[in-house]
């Protein structure tokens, strides 16, 4: 699906250049990566004794799989609320960065600090992605409603993708719902794996994975914090040493 | 509808562990977004910690399966993401080819046990 051109009368409303958001759902690949998560997480949600009305609510207003999936993990395997809220809360500091870097791409010189939190909350990684691939298409000053459309189209997807997840957990053979459970980390793996740019990013990966069963040992609760900040730690200390090499050879 | 809401309590812990957690940041980007570049070191090191704990999340579903998932064979679960990786890899990096193979390998394989 193409975008009409940014000349185009079709981007005179508002109203249109939302429609023109919701519709570009359709053009992304992620939307299917998104879709095979959201009904993994549904699934999850319907193993770990969560009701449909609970999982449906958090992907409508914690609207990020990972936060999701560790309040999901932790909780239903007897972590503590304070334990579960801590690591949820180090896993969301990513989403600061994000929302940093996509504000300016929409902001004019009439827009509101108000007419941004609707973006700030609909920001996640696929929005992010997506935003520097579409929004160079969309005039500037339409791109707050295009965002506003692309983002809800986005969680209606998910909501979606929840119901048929959780439904069919309750419902499919236990073979499949194996499957189903299996589509979460496959989903996040890949994604994740493709968005590593720099070699930090790479490392904090596959440190991540490989130094969680060690501080699974621990059972401190907060397991999946401990490994995420020694393995992206680590990762931070080979970047800045590779740095200074490249420093002191220049 | 009770059992679609399940109990409240379990509402107020998502706001609390869930909710509250996600929308400080994203909050706070809103607010102080201005002033931070976006490359400065500390980002980096908050992006490679953000990254591992996503990996940690990843590697805790793999390791100790929720639900259904448990039924699997360690073996098969670990086979199933070598697998979808090296599809992943061979198809330049598609995020579909390495969810479908990886899929394919863990029903297969079960189904194939019995």
């Not at chain 1, 401990?226 to 200390?237: D, E, K």
Request: charge should be positive.
């Amino acid at each position: 699906m193409a975008l009409p051109p940014l000349d185009s009368p079709q981007w005179q409303t508002s109203f249109r250049a939302f429609l023109w958001g919701a519709r570009s759902i359709g053009a992304t690949v992620l939307t299917l990566v998104l879709f095979a998560t959201y009904l993994g997480i549904g699934a999850l949600a319907h193993d770990s004794g969560f009701s449909l009305g609970w999982t449906l609510a958090s992907t409508a207003f914690v609207w990020a799989g990972p936060a999701q999936i560790i309040v999901i993990t932790t909780l239903g395997s007897g972590a503590t609320v304070l334990q579960s809220a801590i690591a949820v809360t180090v896993s969301a500091i990513r989403l600061f960065p994000m929302v940093v870097s996509v504000l300016p791409l929409m902001r004019t010189e009439q827009t509101k600090r108000r007419h941004l939190i609707l973006v700030a909350h609909l920001t996640a990684v696929t929005l992010w992605v997506e935003c520097y691939r579409f929004l160079p298409q969309v005039p500037r000053n339409r791109r707050i409603a295009f965002i506003h459309g692309l983002g809800l189209g986005l969680v209606s997807i998910c909501l979606i993708a929840n119901t048929i997840g959780y439904t069919l957990a309750a419902n499919l053979t236990p073979l499949l719902a194996a499957g189903m459970l299996m589509l979460t980390p496959l989903a996040f793996l890949f994604s994740t794996a493709r968005n590593c740019r720099e070699l930090a990013d790479v490392i904090a990966l596959v440190l991540g994975l490989l130094l969680f069963p060690l501080a699974a040992m621990l059972n401190s609760g907060v397991d999946i914090l401990v490994s995420g900040v020694v393995a992206g730690t680590i990762a931070y200390a080979v970047h800045r040493a590779r740095a200074g090499i490249v420093r002191a050879r220049a | 509808m009770s059992s679609f809401i399940g109990d409240w309590h379990a509402l107020a812990i998502l706001f609390v562990a869930g909710v509250i957690p996600n929308q400080i940041w994203r909050m706070l980007g809103l607010w102080f977004g201005g002033g931070i570049d976006e490359n400065s070191e500390l980002l980096v090191w908050v992006r490679a910690v953000a990254t591992a704990i996503l990996a940690g999340i990843i590697a805790q579903i793999v390791v100790q399966p929720p639900g259904g998932l448990a039924s699997v064979p360690d073996w098969l679960r670990y086979s199933s993401v070598a697998a979808g990786f090296v599809a992943f890899m061979l198809a330049r990096k598609s995020i579909f080819a390495g969810v479908i193979i990886g899929e394919v390998v863990m029903i297969a394989g079960k189904y194939w046990l019995g």
